[in-house]
């Protein structure tokens, strides 16, 4: 709201960049080094397989290596924090809008 607020005759379109910047530095960057490795290397396989779409835990606990026990513990502390989305049983998805273009920058272990 602000951003249009302060660019009245811009377009939403026009804004996206400036406001996927100020989530990046204001949130998720916040978020993201409040992340354990684990929770980020789910969070990749999320996105490199459906984006914003939601993934069968078991593909993203293939990708990662992570053990169904320890799976759930990471699956829950990450719904916990509100990052991913897990009301459909078996599946994950992001959260958080524009969260996966974020997570493409990032490398994986910064």
Do not use: C
């Amino acid at each position: 709201g602000y951003l249009k607020w302060e660019r009245k005759p811009a377009e939403i379109k026009n804004l996206l960049p400036e406001f996927d910047h100020y989530l990046a530095d204001y949130v998720y960057d916040k978020i993201w080094y409040g992340l354990t490795e684990k929770e980020r290397l789910i969070l990749h396989a999320i996105v490199s397989r459906a984006g914003s779409q939601y993934v069968r835990s078991m593909e993203i606990r293939d990708a990662t290596g992570i053990t169904k026990n320890a799976y759930g513990v990471y699956r829950d502390r990450l719904v916990h924090k509100g990052v991913v989305d897990g009301r459909l049983y078996g599946q994950l998805r992001l959260a958080l809008p524009g969260f996966e273009r974020f997570i493409q920058k990032k490398e994986l272990y910064a």
